[in-house]
């Protein structure tokens, strides 16, 4: 859309106000070339800012770092969406270590309540 509207303001800015040029005809003598060409590179600057910078740093990095910050590794414990996040508080100076090998992850799936093994502070 933004190639659309800078294609349409090129030709505004470049033709001449009198109107010589007439659609299906061949040249047209009062065109200027290089204010066309000018504003032809001030749209793909915008399109090309618009695009790294909205797709790319807004869209791909912002996004997953968002998405970490609620879902990944970088949220305490109590803050994930989860009920065994919600009702089952974490005591300091405790943790769990779970080893799944393939045998495991086949009969217990995703549900690992209850599973572990305890291991003491100091060994972390």
Avoid at 4 to 32: D, H, I, N, R, T
Avoid at 48 to 53: I, S
Wanted: proline share 4%.
């Amino acid at each position: 859309m933004m190639l659309l509207v800078g294609a349409c303001a090129s030709y505004k800015f470049a033709a001449p106000s009198s109107g010589e040029c007439a659609p299906g005809a061949g040249a047209c003598p009062g065109f200027k070339m290089d204010r066309a060409r000018r504003v032809d590179r001030l749209t793909l600057t915008v399109v090309v800012t618009y695009v790294v910078g909205y797709a790319f740093l807004y869209g791909l990095v912002y996004q997953c770092v968002s998405i970490n910050r609620e879902c990944g590794c970088f949220r305490p414990w109590n803050h994930g969406k989860s009920l065994s996040n919600t009702r089952f508080a974490p005591h300091a100076g405790t943790a769990w270590r779970l080893y799944t090998t393939e045998k495991w992850a086949d009969l217990h799936e995703s549900k690992f309540m209850g599973e572990g093994v305890r291991v003491e502070a100091s060994a972390w």
